[in-house]
């Protein structure tokens, strides 16, 4: 069975400090993993996932398949960034998506 | 940007009845609509897969008498809750994937309150 877990239900930080969601997942083949961005009153939208290796909004997400983990990270937190962030898997040869239970970021002035 | 919409965003319906949400790509064909369900502060779960033309695929422990899902066209695809329950209230989300593209757009998301 695949699992998603994300153990911060909250990560509050200030502005322009350093930023990172922690994500560790349960596959046993290989898996897509994706961070989804949920900003209030808006629906769910991708982030990034870690076959394009982009960067996006200063996010960067590295798969270390060793520590199965996919964490979400910044090197300086913007008050924009505040919203919900969940990080999901989907497994060989499906698109259909696991999510984490999410964690909340709180990005104080 | 791909676009996918749902309606109603919000009902209420009384134990016992049925209601119908839909679930539209308005911009693009979406060969593969996926239904989640979200409990308050929780995560999203994965209820059906459903591809265009075919039966929808139901995650394990989804009653698929109970949550009917059509994908009749490559632009709409329903979720039909029947003989509703408090139980069901939820919030219920679609997300769609077209035939060429691998993400998933997600629609707004249905609040249902069944009374």
């Known amino acids: 069975a695949q699992r998603v877990t994300q153990p911060e239900k909250l990560l509050s930080v200030f502005k322009g400090a350093p930023v990172e969601l922690k994500c560790n997942y349960s596959y046993s083949g290989s898996p897509e993993l994706f961070w989804y961005v949920q900003y209030s009153r808006q629906r769910l939208q991708l982030l990034l996932r870690h076959i394009s290796r982009e960067s996006i909004k200063g996010f960067t997400a590295d798969l270390n398949k060793g520590e199965t983990s996919f964490h979400l990270k910044k090197p300086f937190a913007q008050e924009e960034d505040s919203a919900m962030y969940y990080c999901a898997l989907s497994g060989t040869g499906r698109r259909a998506l696991t999510f984490g239970s999410g964690t909340r970021l709180q990005v104080q002035p | 940007g791909a676009v996918v919409s749902q309606h109603p965003s919000w009902v209420i319906c009384k134990s016992g009845t049925s209601v119908k949400i839909e679930c539209r790509s308005l911009d693009f064909q979406a060969t593969t609509m996926f239904w989640y369900r979200q409990f308050p502060k929780q995560s999203l779960m994965l209820m059906a897969t459903s591809n265009e033309g075919s039966k929808a695929t139901y995650e394990q422990g989804v009653e698929k008498d109970k949550f009917l899902i059509n994908h009749a066209s490559l632009t709409l695809s329903t979720l039909t809750v029947t003989s509703a329950h408090p139980e069901d209230s939820s919030f219920y989300i679609c997300?769609?994937?077209?035939?060429?593209?691998?993400?998933?757009?997600f629609g707004p998301g249905t609040r249902l309150t069944v009374t």
């Open positions: 997300s769609a994937t077209g035939r060429d593209n691998y993400e998933q757009y």
